[in-house]
């Protein structure tokens, strides 16, 4: 038998089918590499669209600015920017500059949605061939959406993507001639210049409409690589790239040949340096830095420096230009004691905003002597807190008595200003009076130092106290002017404490709140009884005591403060209105000295100097240097403070009723009336119902009377309640100056009210007459020939309000004659507080 025949053809077709398989598992690789590779892009694009920015938003968005600071009062304080940027309107800039920046930077910029397709493959074809010119493929889009919105260079698949998609939306959100705009405004030019306007006054010293067609090319040539290309330093580089420029817009026929051959030889002279940034140039500087360091610390700098921030503060322009002035003149003044410097800080009590901040009387300087350091020694003006610490431990009253003798502490002995002792029992009013130093340590010994470090702190003093150290009592330890008024605050804030605030509002460039202080009020930090009590003791300390020079606007309360070494002097004080810390010294700047007496040299040879505080003369005193310049002071500031009322910034709902709620708890100071020359009475009327005129009555006027007169004060015009201005919180003044009056008045009511209200207005005006008929004869001219003896009268204490027989607590009294053996009933209206029966 044969052998089989194999079967012509039969190895051809496994090798087909063997190259099928194999073809096939290369086809499922690919296939899963594919697949793997989409979910990869679209995983990455899912990462990239997370936290992009809205449409709505982008067209708003800024590469930085400058970010403004506004007082209460609508001024602006001042300008913080890094960067030379200065916007101009696209018809402004000059057609050369369009075509070289559209030229050199993506030629399609009308064509493309944002993302040029064909660009990316010519510039992947052009670049891999090696062209004499390498070619990007970013758009004009593109670059405006990495360098102003997401300010960020990293190469990372999540950041192209996120620039492609961002470039997308900011092309369907814009026009091109808005985003060509933006982009030639915001783009950077080389150092700190952004936009083609600052770069060409910083780098020709011209005006954009005045430069060249080479001029243009350059400016269109710097922003591919500005830090190589910056002409400051790098002329050559943007000489090269210059050239580049004019010759792609004469490629794309931009410009012609004639023009280009001009452009090239055209020599351009940049200025020979380089620009310096001036950043700061600010009313109330102190204040302004103690804001932006506040900010900083919160928000990080870029956002401050660059972010074009609005920032609404506390601080009262007109406040503040008194504070300086009368802070200044009084330390001028006081030169020949031996004072050169000295702080003043004022505070808003009720809610802790800071409404003037003279911290120097240098404005220049750089440091801030009301928050600078750890402060300096206070003195006797901490000893209402250590008081206030006694008061609440219910071991001691105002009308305690605690014998003013010797004290010794280990061996530590303490004695009086000027030395010697009464050896008497004495109050603690009239110990807090004439600012006794026993009387305190004595009473410090009975309730324990942490009892006073504890009430210190939840007064507002920061700084670590001593447990074991009695001189804190007298205040050895060191705190600054703002501590100081920030604690003194809690006295007519009725023992509550409110944080000092500087800022209010803070808005960045697209006007999103980044921070919005409300008042931070902590509660009974000492009790009400206790900060009335103080503010009785505080009264008597400028009325009879150590603060007499003080006592310049009704209803101050304060204490002056000197330390032993005649370094520092103080006066701390407040009304119902405002709280106010002054500190005034001897500071010095001397050369540092060696062993030998001579100067100690700097590496420049110049003499190392340093600060130092040196003792004044032994009248220097609290209540001979602080308590006057506070005095006048306060006489300006209250007024200022009284015309202010809300402030026009939009604030919280909640906010305004808050600051409603304490004006009306607390009333204003009320002026006082004058005297003329010829002893008779000028009393401010108001217009509306002839009656002495309060803080809260718009039209006033003022009158003369005779003197003894009794004018009863006007009840028409009260402090505002939140429902009065609950349908004007939402619309900030017209004007660039605070509301002259604490609120707006309601609305009209419409329609079927109408008649209702005239009805109502007519009634008022008829009291009015009646009103102004009983003035009219209670004031007319008295029989003063005959004593009250003889005529059968006899004179009472009357409150001004009631007409009855007055009150310790009446805060108006005048002297009214009645017929002998008629009866007087008490005023019953003003009453003791919670917690002042003891007074």
């Given at each position: 038998?044969?052998?089989?025949?194999?079967?012509?053809?039969?190895?051809?077709?496994l090798?087909?089918?063997?190259?099928?398989?194999?073809?096939?598992i290369?086809?499922?690789?690919v296939?899963?590499?594919?697949?793997?590779?989409?979910?990869?892009?679209g995983?990455?694009?899912?990462?990239?669209?997370?936290?992009?920015p809205?449409?709505?938003?982008?067209s708003?968005?800024?590469?930085g600015?400058?970010?403004?600071?506004?007082?209460?009062?609508?001024?602006?304080?001042?300008?913080?920017?890094?960067?030379?940027?200065?916007?101009?309107?696209?018809?402004?800039?000059?057609?050369?500059?369009?075509?070289?920046?559209?030229?050199?930077?993506?030629?399609?910029?009308?064509?493309?949605?944002?993302?040029?397709?064909?660009?990316?493959?010519?510039?992947?074809?052009?670049n891999?061939?090696?062209?004499r010119?390498?070619?990007?493929?970013?758009?004009?889009?593109?670059?405006l959406?990495?360098?102003?919105?997401?300010?960020n260079?990293?190469?990372?698949?999540?950041?192209?993507?996120?620039?492609?998609?961002l470039?997308?939306?900011v092309?369907?959100?814009?026009?091109?001639?808005?985003?060509?705009e933006?982009?030639?405004?915001?783009?950077?030019?080389?150092g700190?210049?952004?936009?083609?306007?600052?770069?060409a006054?910083?780098?020709f010293?011209?005006?954009?409409?005045?430069?060249?067609?080479?001029e243009?090319?350059?400016?269109a040539?710097?922003?591919?690589?500005?830090?190589?290309?910056?002409?400051?330093?790098?002329?050559e580089?943007?000489?090269?790239?210059?050239?580049?420029?004019?010759?792609?817009?004469?490629?794309?026929?931009?410009i012609?040949?004639?023009?280009?051959?001009?452009?090239?030889a055209?020599?351009?002279?940049?200025?020979?340096?380089?620009?310096?940034?001036?950043?700061y140039?600010?009313?109330?500087?102190?204040?302004?830095?103690?804001?932006?360091?506040?900010?900083?610390?919160?928000h990080?700098?870029?956002?401050?420096?660059?972010?074009?921030?609005?920032?609404?503060?506390?601080?009262?322009?007109?406040?503040?230009?008194?504070?300086d002035?009368?802070?200044?003149?009084g330390?001028?003044?006081?030169r020949?004691?031996?004072?050169t410097?000295?702080?003043?800080?004022?505070?808003?009590?009720?809610?802790?905003?800071?409404?003037?901040?003279?911290?120097g009387?240098?404005?220049?300087?750089?440091?801030?002597?009301?928050?600078?350091?750890?402060?300096?020694q206070?003195?006797s003006?901490?000893?209402?807190?250590?008081?206030?610490?006694?008061?609440?431990?219910g071991?001691?009253?105002?009308?305690?008595?605690?014998?003013?003798?010797?004290?010794k502490?280990g061996?530590?002995?303490?004695?009086?200003?000027?030395?010697?002792y009464?050896?008497s029992?004495?109050?603690l009013?009239?110990?807090?009076?004439?600012?006794?130093?026993t009387?305190?340590?004595?009473?410090?010994?009975?309730?324990?130092?942490?009892?006073?470090?504890?009430?210190a702190?939840?007064?507002?003093?920061?700084?670590?106290?001593?447990t074991n150290?009695?001189t804190?009592?007298?205040?050895?330890?060191?705190?600054?002017?703002?501590?100081?008024?920030?604690a003194?605050?809690?006295?007519?804030?009725?023992?509550?404490?409110a944080?000092?605030?500087?800022v209010?509002?803070?808005?960045?460039?697209?006007?999103?709140?980044?921070?919005?202080?409300?008042?931070?009020?902590?509660?009974?930090?000492?009790?009400?009884?206790?900060?009335?009590?103080?503010?009785?003791?505080?009264?008597?300390?400028?009325?009879r005591?150590?603060?007499?020079a003080?006592?310049?606007?009704?209803?101050?309360?304060?204490?002056?403060?000197?330390?032993?070494?005649?370094?520092?002097?103080?006066?701390?004080?407040?009304?119902?209105?405002?709280?106010?810390a002054?500190?005034?010294?001897n500071?010095?700047?001397?050369p540092?000295?060696?062993?030998?007496?001579?100067?100690i040299?700097?590496?420049n040879?110049k003499?190392?100097?340093?600060?130092?505080?040196?003792?004044?003369?032994?009248?220097?005193?609290?209540?001979?240097?602080?308590?006057?310049?506070?005095?006048?002071?306060?006489?300006?500031?209250?007024?200022?403070?009284?015309r202010?009322?809300?402030?026009?910034?939009?604030?919280?709902?909640?906010?305004?009723?808050?600051?409603?709620?304490?004006?009306?708890?607390?009333?204003?100071t009320?002026?006082?009336?004058?005297?003329?020359?010829?002893?008779?009475?000028?009393?401010?009327?108001?217009?509306?119902?002839?009656?002495?005129?309060?803080?809260?009555?718009?039209?006033?006027v003022?009158k003369?009377?005779?003197?003894?007169?009794?004018?009863?004060?006007?009840?028409?015009?009260?402090?505002?309640?939140p429902?009065?201005?609950?349908?004007?919180?939402a619309s900030?003044?017209?004007?660039?100056?605070e509301e002259?009056?604490?609120?707006?008045?309601?609305?009209?009511?419409?329609?079927?009210a109408?008649?209702?209200?005239?009805r109502?207005?007519?009634?008022?005006?008829?009291?009015?007459e009646e009103q102004?008929?009983?003035?009219?004869?209670?004031t007319?001219?008295?029989?003063?020939?005959?004593?009250?003896?003889e005529?059968?009268?006899?004179?009472v204490?009357?409150?001004?309000?009631?007409?009855?027989q007055?009150?310790?607590?009446?805060?108006?009294?005048?002297?009214?004659k009645?017929?002998?053996?008629?009866?007087?009933?008490?005023?019953?209206?003003?009453?003791?507080?919670?917690?002042?029966?003891?007074?």
């Amino acid at each position: 038998m044969g052998r089989p025949r194999r079967r012509k053809g039969g190895g051809f077709r496994l090798f087909l089918s063997r190259v099928g398989a194999f073809l096939g598992i290369i086809l499922a690789i690919v296939l899963t590499v594919l697949i793997s590779g989409l979910l990869y892009a679209g995983d990455k694009v899912r990462l990239a669209a997370q936290g992009m920015p809205s449409s709505a938003t982008l067209s708003q968005e800024m590469a930085g600015g400058v970010t403004q600071i506004y007082s209460t009062d609508r001024v602006l304080l001042g300008e913080v920017y890094t960067r030379f940027h200065e916007r101009v309107d696209l018809k402004d800039i000059p057609q050369c500059l369009l075509d070289a920046t559209i030229a050199i930077e993506d030629k399609r910029f009308y064509e493309h949605p944002g993302i040029d397709l064909k660009g990316i493959a010519r510039s992947i074809y052009k670049n891999a061939a090696g062209g004499r010119r390498s070619e990007g493929a970013s758009t004009l889009t593109q670059q405006l959406v990495r360098n102003v919105i997401l300010r960020n260079r990293e190469k990372t698949v999540e950041r192209k993507l996120r620039e492609a998609l961002l470039a997308y939306q900011v092309e369907r959100s814009m026009t091109k001639d808005q985003i060509l705009e933006r982009y030639l405004n915001d783009i950077n030019y080389g150092g700190q210049i952004f936009g083609v306007k600052m770069s060409a006054k910083l780098f020709f010293g011209k005006e954009l409409k005045d430069i060249t067609i080479s001029e243009a090319a350059m400016i269109a040539g710097l922003v591919q690589s500005p830090p190589k290309t910056y002409p400051f330093r790098h002329p050559e580089a943007a000489m090269e790239r210059r050239n580049t420029v004019l010759i792609t817009m004469l490629e794309q026929n931009k410009i012609t040949r004639a023009q280009y051959d001009t452009a090239r030889a055209e020599k351009i002279n940049i200025l020979p340096e380089p620009p310096k940034i001036i950043s700061y140039n600010f009313k109330a500087p102190h204040f302004v830095r103690y804001v932006l360091k506040q900010l900083v610390a919160r928000h990080g700098g870029d956002q401050v420096y660059n972010g074009g921030l609005k920032v609404y503060t506390t601080l009262n322009w007109e406040m503040q230009q008194r504070a300086d002035e009368i802070l200044r003149a009084g330390i001028r003044a006081e030169r020949g004691r031996g004072v050169t410097e000295g702080a003043l800080i004022c505070l808003e009590p009720h809610t802790g905003w800071i409404r003037a901040m003279a911290a120097g009387v240098d404005e220049k300087s750089e440091v801030n002597f009301t928050v600078f350091g750890k402060g300096r020694q206070p003195g006797s003006t901490f000893k209402p807190i250590v008081y206030a610490a006694a008061f609440d431990s219910g071991k001691y009253n105002l009308y305690s008595e605690v014998r003013d003798s010797a004290v010794k502490i280990g061996s530590k002995s303490f004695r009086n200003y000027g030395g010697g002792y009464s050896n008497s029992e004495m109050t603690l009013e009239n110990a807090i009076a004439v600012s006794k130093n026993t009387i305190p340590i004595k009473v410090a010994q009975v309730i324990g130092l942490k009892r006073i470090v504890d009430t210190a702190h939840r007064m507002g003093i920061k700084q670590k106290l001593p447990t074991n150290d009695y001189t804190l009592v007298l205040g050895s330890i060191e705190v600054t002017p703002l501590e100081m008024a920030s604690a003194f605050s809690t006295f007519p804030n009725g023992g509550d404490h409110a944080e000092p605030i500087a800022v209010r509002l803070a808005v960045d460039a697209q006007g999103n709140v980044i921070e919005r202080n409300e008042p931070r009020i902590t509660k009974s930090v000492i009790k009400e009884s206790t900060a009335a009590s103080i503010g009785k003791a505080l009264e008597a300390v400028v009325n009879r005591g150590t603060g007499k020079a003080a006592n310049t606007v009704p209803g101050v309360r304060g204490k002056t403060g000197t330390t032993s070494d005649n370094k520092d002097t103080w006066f701390v004080g407040y009304t119902q209105e405002l709280v106010a810390a002054l500190w005034a010294c001897n500071r010095q700047i001397k050369p540092v000295l060696d062993k030998a007496g001579k100067p100690i040299l700097d590496k420049n040879g110049k003499p190392k100097m340093m600060e130092r505080y040196l003792e004044m003369d032994s009248d220097a005193t609290g209540g001979h240097v602080s308590a006057p310049i506070w005095g006048r002071f306060m006489s300006a500031a209250v007024p200022i403070q009284q015309r202010a009322g809300l402030e026009p910034i939009l604030l919280p709902e909640d906010l305004q009723k808050q600051r409603l709620a304490a004006a009306a708890k607390v009333p204003p100071t009320p002026q006082p009336d004058k005297i003329n020359d010829a002893g008779e009475l000028v009393v401010m009327i108001c217009e509306e119902t002839s009656k002495r005129a309060s803080a809260y009555c718009h039209e006033t006027v003022e009158k003369v009377f005779p003197k003894g007169t009794v004018i009863n004060s006007c009840k028409l015009h009260k402090a505002p309640t939140p429902e009065d201005v609950a349908t004007t919180t939402a619309s900030p003044a017209p004007e660039a100056r605070e509301e002259p009056t604490p609120a707006p008045r309601r609305r009209r009511r419409r329609d079927a009210a109408a008649e209702e209200e005239k009805r109502q207005e007519e009634e008022k005006r008829q009291q009015r007459e009646e009103q102004r008929a009983r003035v009219e004869e209670d004031t007319k001219p008295r029989d003063e020939e005959k004593k009250p003896e003889e005529r059968g009268e006899t004179e009472v204490e009357v409150c001004t309000e009631t007409g009855k027989q007055a009150t310790a607590y009446c805060p108006e009294r005048v002297m009214k004659k009645f017929p002998v053996g008629t009866r007087v009933d008490s005023c019953r209206i003003h009453k003791a507080r919670t917690g002042e029966e003891d007074r």
